[in-house]
């Protein structure tokens, strides 16, 4: 079955230290991954997807297929970084796509 | 161009009564989505819509319905709602060439 795991709730760390939020996936098919970003009571925002290699807000994340992850990092988090992260994987099932979203996981960045 | 937008932001409703939630998107997007959000569970799909007049039914569907009149609404039904609808509804849309998914602002539900 289709599986998105994001193993931590809560992630708080200082502002400048690293980050990385861990996201894992199952699925058999060829895999397309996002993370979304909501800041505090507000919509998701498309944050990364993988299929763009590309950086915002100093965020990457890696596609790692023989690991079946699709963790998000950042080498220097920042206070306004913190938010609820949700990573999400695109199926396709029955012939339509849907987005099966992880649990989430809290980043909490203090001063 | 507002993008996704979510009606009522916010409601109270006692067991057993009734309420729809309006979405609207003027991207002329054919897909629509109808999501709960629950605290450590993440998004949940509701039902979801492929095309004007065509409804299905997403990961929970019971209580319950939509309907997808016009091509940029899509409206969510709670026939007699329950304490255990209480929630954070999001709506959400995508082109059909796209994967990417656009959220509304959210509805805010609590049903005593």
């Known amino acids: 079955a289709q599986r998105v795991t994001q193993p931590e709730k809560l992630l708080s760390v200082f502002k400048g230290a690293p980050v990385e939020l861990k996201c894992n996936y199952s699925?058999?098919?060829?895999?397309?991954l996002f993370w979304y970003v909501q800041y505090s009571r507000q919509r998701l925002q498309l944050l990364l997807r993988?299929?763009s290699r590309e950086s915002i807000k100093g965020f990457t994340a890696d596609l790692n297929k023989g690991e079946t992850s699709f963790h998000l990092k950042k080498p220097f988090a920042q206070e306004e970084d913190s938010a609820m992260y949700y990573c999400a994987l695109s199926i396709m099932n029955t012939g339509f796509q849907k987005l099966v979203f992880g649990t989430g996981t809290r980043l909490l960045v203090s001063p | 161009n507002a993008g996704v937008t979510q009606t009522p932001k916010f409601r109270v409703l006692k067991t057993g009564q009734s309420m729809t939630l309006l979405c609207a998107q003027d991207m002329n997007h054919e897909y629509m989505y109808w999501y709960r959000q629950d605290p450590g569970m993440g998004l949940r799909l509701i039902h979801y819509?492929?095309?004007?007049?065509?409804?299905a039914k997403g990961e929970v569907p019971d209580g319950y319905n939509v309907s997808r009149l016009k091509k940029q609404n899509f409206l969510l039904g709670l026939e007699s709602a329950a304490p255990s609808q209480t929630s954070v509804y999001f709506c959400a849309s995508r082109y059909s060439g796209e994967n990417e998914q656009f959220f509304g602002p959210g509805t805010r539900l609590t049903v005593l």
């Open positions: 993988h299929i």
């Open positions: 819509s492929v095309g004007e007049g065509t409804t």
């Open positions: 699925y058999s098919g060829s895999p397309e």
